[in-house]
């Protein structure tokens, strides 16, 4: 049973545009959520956060929304660039330390 | 400051073989978690570990996994009599505590 989903497995997007990338959860004690992105043979990178008592995070060109009551994230890039492309994961735990739940992944193209 | 360290990157082993897998946390870190990531899936959760204590072993496999964190050096995770279906990547995290967890490079496994 997958607690933490990523619903689309790709997206593409031009240069320049805002790239979606969403997430659904199931477990409604998860209380902190993460986006990751990861490029062929390296690890996963951190690249911003939210606890479950905001609603919006900004960090630069990347801003994570949390909808609690749809149980449901989304990390918006804009502008997207080429150097985006990679895969992103959505991931979410229940307290600060405990291990994280991943989704699979959506894998972004942002074209020039 | 030296991110996460893993090592081998690359590991080949015959079945029946053991892997060791080594895994140094970022400096100040304490918690560390492993992770497998198999082809076209995300990361699953395997162990997590704070100096001399497993804390949730509970997405190891029940036989010829074991993974240990001493007071002093790296964390391993040790497989024992290797199967193919072991062939996965895996990455290690670590964290100072609450927060976000910070991955190392992986290390990809490769059983012949």
């Known amino acids: 049973d997958q607690q933490v989903k990523q619903n689309s497995p790709s997206l593409s997007v031009q240069e320049g545009r805002i790239s979606i990338l969403n997430c659904d959860y199931t477990n409604s004690m998860f209380d902190y959520f993460l986006w990751y992105k990861k490029y062929p043979a390296e690890g996963p990178t951190f690249l911003i956060s939210?606890?479950?008592?905001?609603d919006k995070n900004e960090d630069g060109r990347f801003t994570v929304f949390l909808n609690k009551s749809a149980k449901h994230l989304s990390l918006h890039i804009v502008p997207s660039q080429p150097g985006d492309s990679a895969v992103y994961f959505c991931a979410a735990s229940e307290r600060g330390n405990t291990p994280l739940v991943f989704g699979k992944g959506t894998r972004l193209s942002v074209i020039a | 400051n030296a991110g996460v360290m893993q090592n081998p990157r690359h590991l080949v082993r015959r079945r029946g073989q053991e892997a060791r897998l080594r895994c140094s946390p970022m400096k100040g870190h304490s918690h560390v978690y492993w992770y497998r990531q198999l082809p076209e899936e995300g990361l699953k959760f395997m162990v997590y570990l704070q100096k001399e204590n497993i804390i949730d072993e509970s997405g190891m496999p029940k036989e010829r996994f074991s993974a240990e964190f001493p007071k002093e050096g790296p964390s391993i995770l040790r497989i024992q009599q290797v199967v193919r279906g072991d062939s996965a990547a895996y990455f290690c995290?670590?964290?100072?505590?609450?927060?976000?967890?910070?991955f190392g490079p992986g290390t990809r496994l490769t059983v012949l």
């Open positions: 995290a670590s964290s100072p505590g609450q927060g976000a967890k910070f």
């Open positions: 939210i606890s479950s008592i905001k």
